[in-house]
């Protein structure tokens, strides 16, 4: 009993230890290094989009301030407005404004209208503060004064516009929240004495201009994105509790050292985040963008329970595997032998198995495994001897059936000769042709003279059956009837135009088939017309024959043919009008 069991069960432990150790072990240290890989590559297509969203609102943010720079030069094309803003500057005192202070006033109104996002326009000078402001002047003006810099920022751009951080302002009796603007400010000169400065001109911008641009722009679920100068003075962030952070007094901030673009690391509350930034060649803005670890350990996790799942799975499934293959490795040679004898005898009955579990198993699977194979080829071999008999029974009748049918309408034609009955005698012989032709062997291309004979045939004979209710007129406007075209071109045409055109015509029904020659000596095509006068087809029953979802598919099977063999310039086209007829048109290629 025991040499029995250590027989059963030696290979299989032995299979199971060999599979772990070889196969299981090495995939799972593929897994964990695939697991990294992937993090890595998550990490890096991170920092990718990251840079490339980041890239695209660099790109719209600064075509908006362009536009915003662009209308404020524009100050300068108003001749009239610098010479008053001079001319105001010029007064020894600060009496009442003059009159044409109030023009530059309207001017600065009018510089607003139709620009929702700008909330509002100053113009200050040495003695006198012109604005464009529904909430009137004092809000801005105490803003300005709290914030000497912007003065002294203005005055280093020397006449070139220059953008200011951004600012809020308090609930007001305008609105009960605070808000947000960033402004832009340029120093005017005057162009008429020197460039000497005139004064400082300042439009203020709502903050939603940039909210429309960059609000609804994420890397990832929650990721943020900040916007500032180069000094770390915060311009945009979606949220507007953050606009009193200082990002320069952050480590990230400080070892950016004026680069264009990178990458960084950088843990902020107690939240680890993977950040890129990019610096704006435009005007020296930083855009960041800060993806939280979090974030990217959520697309990771996924790929950690399909690895573990895997795993998992390959372990069970290698087990199986080995238990299952232990049972049928070993056979022995004794059953193998006696199952050779017996197919000498054509004895397929199946086998015992094997009562070990050693590796003559393996050998006594793939012999039986032979040996069903050996019996299922007899089976089709005798099927196919079989099938093969009765093909040729079936060529012989199918080659008797036509010549017995042949041999009796040529009796039944010279009956109706003997006895003088012409019209009998012409169908008869019109009926041979058409099976004749039908049932010839050979290429599906044959002569266009041969293809009008069978349709005059098969037109006399329904003309008879319909008792001359209609007439089929042929129309044959090519001299060379030996062109090639495809068999049995004509029949569903004409059977369409007998059977559905012509069912309620009483007399006088007129079927015109014209075969002509388009197109020039380069680019010649045979075009064959089957014209009727019948009841002609319903707009939304032609719709379903050209979809394929209605009878008279058979129409379009000569069409998709043409097609797939010569292109689509060639084909089958239908015009129909209920009630008047209807017309089929078929191109063919010009083959000799």
């Keep these: 009993m025991r040499a029995s069991f250590l027989k059963t069960w030696k290979l299989r432990t032995q299979l199971m230890i060999t599979l772990v150790v070889f196969i299981l072990s090495p995939l799972m240290l593929f897994g964990l290094l695939f697991y990294q890989s992937s993090t890595d590559l998550v990490s890096q297509r991170t920092d990718k989009e990251g840079l490339q969203v980041l890239t695209l609102v660099n790109q719209n943010v600064s075509q908006l301030l362009k536009s915003y720079e662009s209308q404020l030069n524009d100050i300068y094309e108003q001749e009239a407005v610098i010479k008053q803003i001079r001319e105001s500057s010029l007064l020894q005192s600060s009496g009442p404004i003059p009159p044409s202070d109030d023009a530059v006033n309207r001017f600065l109104r009018d510089f607003l209208r139709g620009k ?3 909330d509002s326009v100053y113009l200050f000078t040495l003695k006198t503060t012109y604005f464009g402001d529904f909430k009137g002047p004092n809000f801005f003006s105490d803003i300005y004064k709290n ?20 600012y809020e302002l308090p609930p007001n009796q305008y609105n009960s929240k605070t808000s947000h603007y960033f402004a832009l400010g340029m120093q005017v000169k005057d162009v008429y004495d020197a460039l000497q400065p005139l004064g400082t001109l300042i439009a203020n911008i709502k903050i939603e201009a940039l909210d429309k641009i960059i609000s609804s722009v994420q890397v990832s679920p929650n990721s943020v994105l900040f916007i500032t100068d180069h000094q770390g003075n915060l311009i945009w962030n979606r949220n507007s509790e953050a606009y009193g952070i200082q990002l320069a007094n952050y480590p990230f901030f400080q070892q950016l050292d004026q680069q264009n673009e990178g990458r960084f690391i950088e843990t902020i509350n107690g939240t680890t985040y993977r950040g890129t930034f990019l610096r704006s060649a435009y005007n020296g ?3 960041f963008s800060f993806v939280p670890q979090a974030d990217l350990n959520a697309q990771t996790k996924d790929l950690k329970g399909f690895l573990g799942a895997t795993v998992v799975a390959f372990a069970a499934l290698f087990i199986l595997l080995a ?3 232990s049972n049928y490795i070993t056979r022995p040679i004794r059953q193998m032998a006696l199952a050779m004898k017996q197919i000498d005898r054509d004895n397929f009955e199946p086998m015992p198995g094997a009562q070990s579990s050693d590796e003559m198993s393996m050998l006594q699977a793939a012999f039986f495994s032979m040996r069903g194979r ?8 005798r099927m196919i001897s079989h099938k093969e008999k009765e093909a040729e029974v079936r060529a012989l009748q199918a080659q008797i059936n036509p010549h017995f049918v042949y041999n009796s309408l040529d009796a039944i034609n010279w009956i109706a000769i003997e006895n003088e009955q012409d019209r009998i005698s012409r ?36 003309e008879m059956r319909f008792e001359d209710k209609f007439e089929v007129i042929f129309e044959v406007q090519i001299e060379n009837v030996q062109l090639k075209v495809p068999r049995l071109l004509f029949q569903p045409y004409l059977e369409n135009s007998i059977i559905h055109g012509m069912e309620d015509t009483q007399k006088g029904g007129v079927i015109r088939i014209t075969v002509q020659l388009t197109g020039d000596e380069e680019d010649r095509k045979l075009m064959v017309t089957i014209e009727d006068n019948g009841g002609g087809i319903q707009a939304d029953k032609l719709k379903q024959i050209k979809e394929r979802r209605s009878h008279g598919i058979g129409i379009y099977n000569l069409d998709e043919r043409l097609k797939m063999e010569y292109g689509p310039s060639y084909g089958t086209t239908i015009y129909s009008v209920y009630g008047e007829g209807t017309t089929v048109t078929v191109v063919l290629p010009y083959i000799c």
């Design 427 to 462: 169908m008869i012989t019109s009926l041979s042709d058409i099976m004749r032709y039908a049932i010839k062997p050979g290429e599906h291309l044959v002569t266009m003279e041969e293809e009008l004979k069978w349709a005059r045939n098969y037109a006399y004979l329904q």
């Design 374 to 381: 050996i019996n299922e080829l007899i089976k089709e071999v």
């Design 116 to 118: 929702d996002e700008l």
């Design 323 to 325: 238990a299952l293959t």
């Design 147 to 166: 914030h000497p810099m912007w003065e002294q920022m203005i005055s280093l751009g020397t006449g070139r516009p220059v953008w200011l951080p951004t």
């Design 285 to 287: 803005w930083y855009y």
